[in-house]
């Protein structure tokens, strides 16, 4: 290989006598690295304000309890991408159909585009697909495993069973069953390759991973966690988010609104063992309640009934309840 386009710098005689270093980059001055170094400062302030002044917890970003950042939700990103004048477009879309097992995989290749220049910013990828164990799989509880599937070869959890948010001693068991409908699934898993590549992609353009991280679980609506709890860790959480104790007298609103949170971050812990989507979430809020429930978030707001719904899932809820038409002849 000629060498004629490299630039050898020559060291100095008391130097390093490791025979020269290669092509001298230019960086800038320190004058330049100076001026970036204070527009990359006053760039992220301003991203930190908008973080805190337009940004609506819960419903753009939350905190998933044991993380460090809060994770950045899809409306969030929309809200971002807005802010810096960018639009997602679909560059490509890949699928993978299979009508008798009801296997499906999407992939797909979002572009941001800068909406005035119309430079192309940035490119990601999502994908998802039924064989991903949320979607492939479903826990039920041991009465309710199909006839035709041998126990023992299943997989199974010992959980704990509670009730008024107390341990009562007893376990029961909940089996892992494949998901006899997987093409219900499809709509939701189209949705989540989206929401994977625009989230990630909004992320990686608007240089926000440093306030921001992306939670790859379903649990897109986490609340923030009492700095109190996170110090006790993950089972001092569920304890002190169980035993909903105040202090003696009328809490503050401050306290009201930690309570508040801490119950819901429960529900949501519970979701998440339990492996349930929004849809299955709000059905079990609506058997606890005993009204009807849509959005979750949005439906739920007072401390007592995010308190309701967990200790209703943590009692096994609605995969607990005595199904009547699984009953025996003459048991009805």
Not at 63 to 68: I, W, Y
Not at 171 to 198: C, G, H
């Amino acid at each position: 290989m000629s060498d004629a386009n490299l630039t050898v710098i020559p060291q100095s005689s008391g130097g390093n006598t490791g025979g020269g270093a290669l092509v001298d980059l230019e960086f800038g001055s320190v004058a330049d690295f100076k001026r970036r170094l204070t527009d990359m400062k006053a760039k992220y302030s301003f991203l930190q304000e908008f973080f805190r002044e337009i940004m609506v917890k819960d419903e753009d970003f939350g905190t998933v309890p044991g993380t460090g950042k809060p994770t950045l939700y899809k409306p969030g990103a929309e809200k971002l991408c807005e802010l810096y004048g960018f639009a997602a477009h679909v560059k490509n879309k890949q699928e993978e159909r299979e009508f008798e097992t009801g296997f499906y995989r999407v992939e797909f290749t979002l572009q941001l585009i800068h909406r005035t220049s119309g430079v192309v910013v940035g490119e990601g990828v999502g994908e998802c697909s039924t064989f991903e164990s949320k979607y492939r799989y479903r826990w039920v509880s041991e009465y309710k495993v199909p006839h035709h599937l041998a126990k023992e070869d299943l997989l199974f959890e010992e959980k704990d069973e509670w009730r008024d948010g107390q341990k009562t001693g007893n376990k029961y068991k909940q089996y892992r069953i494949p998901n006899e409908d997987m093409f219900s699934q499809w709509n939701t898993v189209l949705k989540m390759a989206y929401k994977r590549a625009y989230v990630g992609l909004t992320l990686q353009c608007t240089r926000s991973s440093g306030i921001f991280t992306q939670e790859e679980s379903e649990m897109d609506d986490y609340a923030d966690v009492p700095q109190a709890d996170r110090k006790q860790g993950t089972k001092g959480r569920a304890a002190s988010a169980s035993s909903g104790r105040y202090q003696s007298g009328k809490p503050s609103a401050g306290q009201a609104s930690q309570g508040a949170a801490t119950q819901k971050n429960r529900v949501l812990g519970i979701m998440k063992q339990q492996e349930l989507d929004w849809n299955g979430l709000a059905e079990e809020a609506s058997t606890a309640l005993g009204r009807p429930i849509k959005k979750v978030i949005q439906d739920i707001q007072s401390e007592a009934d995010w308190k309701t719904v967990g200790d209703y899932l943590e009692s096994g809820g609605g995969q607990n309840a005595i199904d009547f038409d699984d009953l025996p002849d003459g048991m009805g």
